[in-house]
């Protein structure tokens, strides 16, 4: 929590108690059903917390926006922005079962009433939301393709309507074919750990 409090110092005391709350969960989950890797948990603020509101950085939605978590496996990153943005609705989504249950029990432990985790695949999904969010779940044009049907025309935020995804390493073959409109910003602007060098948040406007 240390390390989401330095770089969010306007937290209320129920956010900081949700997402205190998170290490706890995960931990206990991740021993029934492997969320994140074994590996990684002790990690889990710096690689998914703190690494998921990196879009909390990019864009500050406003109250009302409709925001759909692509791939959402256990939660990352619609449940930490959810904690973020608490005026905001998000629908989480994933096409494995196991994990969007760990990712359902952990907004009902820490009563996030603005985060609906739903089993479903993205090509089902017929919902319109004004952006659609992920963390490296498929290239960037393959993408493109299946949610483009689900960016809404209504615009709320000063940001036009399109896809804000987490990726690392060498993004640019991935945005070539948007290359004229993708913004590609590095999280290391925001956050400065070693590890969030090479991370990059890409924005696609749809």
Known sequence: MELIEKYFTKLSERQRQQLDA??????EWNEKINVI???DIDNLYLHHVLH????????????????????TGG???GI????LFPECQFTLIDGTGKKIRVAQEVCQAIGLSNCKPEHRRGEEERGHYEFVVSRAVMPLPDLVKIVRKNISRTQRNALPNGIICLKGGDVQSEIQPFRKIAEVSEVSQWFSEEWFKEKHCIYVPL
């Open 22 to 27: 998170l290490e706890g969960l995960y931990r």
């Open 37 to 39: 890797s074994r590996k």
């Open 80 to 83: 930490p922005l959810a904690i």
């Open 75 to 77: 939660g990352f990153p």
């Open 52 to 71: 998921s509101m990196a879009i909390g950085r990019f864009v500050n939605f406003r109250p009302g926006t409709e925001v759909l978590d692509f791939g």
